[in-house]
DNA sequence: GATACCAACTTGGGATACCAAGCCGGTATT
DNA sequence: AATACCGGCTTGGTATCCCAAGTTGGTATC
């Protein structure tokens, strides 16, 4: 693999593990040194994160992405629309075998899975559930947003009935898609990212003093 | 302004201005003597327009992306997800000001006014909606829209008559709109969406004949 | 001690040199 | 004449160098 999309993933999953936190200063040197590459790979990286949103500009100078709570609501809005759309197309499908795969990789996670295989499969259930519609620029903005809700959804503290919760209704929202009913599936979900976003910014809103006794910056509503 | 964001601009409109074909190649040198540019901003230049979708990798070196009737489709219903969530929520907002802004802009066009303020205004309208509903990701998904959709519409062979009832449904959309009707601008907006959509992948379609005769690389749905 | 000023360093933006891979044309062989 | 092979050229990928601007730390002056 080229160096270029090297440094690419490795830096994004350094800035979604929080390993490097929301609001640290990064140089285009220490990049280059870290990952053993030179500038033009970097900036070429850089650029992409850049357009992904994880990263943003700081006057001179680069700024991972601070968690910005309004910025969180307007993401939840627009899943919201996406989500929906995908859907109900998918709904109107004839051919609706992928759900079938969907609900085996929610029934994967149990009690022994470790926390990182939940937090990606919470997050990969809405992105191939938006596959499921065949329609590129749904999935794309489906994916997007769910990249940029990752490291809020890392740093949500949840408790297993709300994760249970989250599956029942992933489970629920399978079964009106697979029976075709497009108007209650769209309700469930639209039900299911309303609740995720109450609960996301509500935790992030009451754990922000900690959140910045870590280091991270976070930005209020 | 910086050579990075000037390559970038010059670039771009060339490619919506259709100066540089749809599936011309493009190479690195061309591109850094044309614009007096050294290789670096031509790359992040390439870099960007690429996630815009204007510019894709063939195999090795770069190319301007087809015109692609599949793709014009799912992009409509993309548009219209986005767009009807946008506009219901500024339905639902007290402070609909901007909308007279909106509706002078579409009364600036005249029989007078040059084709080329028309195809401007025409995007811009969708645009300006989005942002007045304050969702800056729906507005980024409207303006992305928009682009990707420039060229198609500046092929499409438009009668006056289309014209303006696309101005008029419009102006009818800003009056639902601006009387809160929520479900009403969301009906109106649909079927303006979908009949911009049938008209210009019909007319693209019977007319990829003459597009490829001008060098256009058209993909057929 | 406070402050104004200056030098050295850091940093991103840009330019250029080099490399490996692939494409193309020509040539030699059958 | 057809084809297989080979060498040069083009191209994107990478590394490195230079530059202007901004920051910082120290020093001299009041």
Redesign the pocket.
């Known amino acids: 693999m ?3 999309q090297n440094v690419e993933r490795q830096l994004r999953e350094m800035i979604l593990g929080l390993e490097i936190g929301p609001g640290e200063r ?4 220490w990049i280059e040194s870290r990952f053993g ?5 970097v ?2 990286a850089l650029l992409r994160l850049e357009t992904e949103g994880l990263i943003g500009r700081d ?4 700024t991972v992405a601070p968690i910005n709570l309004a910025e969180l609501g307007q993401i939840a809005v627009y899943r919201e629309a996406v989500e929906v759309a995908a859907v109900r197309l998918t709904a109107a499908l004839e051919d609706r075998g992928g759900i079938e795969v969907i609900a085996a990789m929610l029934d994967s996670c149990d009690a022994e899975t470790p926390r990182e295989e939940w937090h990606r499969v919470g997050m990969d259930f809405h992105i191939e559930l938006a596959r499921l519609s065949g329609n590129e620029f749904l999935l794309r903005a489906v994916r997007d947003a769910m990249t940029r809700l990752s490291r809020a959804r890392w740093l949500e503290v949840r408790d297993e009935k709300a994760l249970g919760r989250a599956w029942a209704e992933h489970h629920a929202i399978l079964v009106a898609v697979k029976a075709g009913h497009a108007d209650e599936a769209a309700r469930l979900l639209s039900a299911h990212i309303a609740g995720s976003r109450g609960r996301l910014v509500t935790s992030l809103h009451d754990d922000r003093r900690g959140l910045r006794a870590r280091g991270f910056a976070v930005v209020a509503a």
């Open positions: 080229s160096q270029m990064l140089t285009e040197r590459a030179s500038r033009t790979p900036r070429a006057g001179r100078g680069w």
